[in-house]
């Protein structure tokens, strides 16, 4: 009886390692001394959620460690999280890149390359000089969040009332989606291999153009973690907010 009962628990106990492991993947957007957007954190609430993660025992995953857990490998990571950034502001290189620095924390950036270097609106966004020093710091990662189609597109491809390959809006996709990988390769030497959805909106034909185009890992915004085996196309993020702290960012991290 004694025998069974061990033998059950060292079945249970292997069960919830192996069905137990999820990836999640927080999205962040600007740092600023004083935050004035609610997808905006200071720095100093930045680099304590980044130093608590480390402390709580997680690992910071490259995209190449990504696609390995949600192809169904990276077995041996327990506590698994990717920390991402979508639009590529210049806050990044000002704050972002000391803390990854100081922790040796990796993080992806998915900059909307036809702002490089621009004030367009509120602030200046990451140059081309910036990008290529953090990523060859090897703590920074970049990929796409398109070139110059950061709307809603998919409201668009729909507007035209055509939903199959006619439809005109997946030629702007792709033309727009070769340009922006185009772009990262001459700076950081090297294709991208992954791109953020702005707003996280997709469709089948979009996932296409981004295949097509050598996007091997595709980030949306739906919430929630991903489980190991769930495919790359279709990436699950937490966003981390203004109103976020170290405990609710550990919280949604699912640490206890």
Known sequence: MHRFLFVTLVFLFCLSKAFGAAL???VYHHIQEKVTSDVSCTPEDFEAQIKAMKDAGFTALSLAETAEFLSGGLKDIEKP???TFDDGYESLYEYAYPTAKK???KMTIFVITARLGKKPQFTKYLSREQIK???DSGYFEFGSHTHDLHTDTIRIFEAFKISDSSNPVIDLVKKDLKKS???IRTIIGSAPVALAW???KFNAHFTEAAVENGFKIHFTSIPGTNKADSGLFGVKRIPVTAR???FSVLKKL???
């Open 254 to 256: 699912g640490h206890r």
């Open 244 to 246: 976020d702290t170290v």
């Open 198 to 200: 702005p707003y996280g």
């Open 24 to 26: 999640p993947v927080l």
């Open 103 to 105: 922790h040796e924390v």
């Open 181 to 183: 990988a185009e772009t």
């Open 81 to 83: 999280v990717l920390i």
């Open 133 to 135: 020093e953090m990523h």
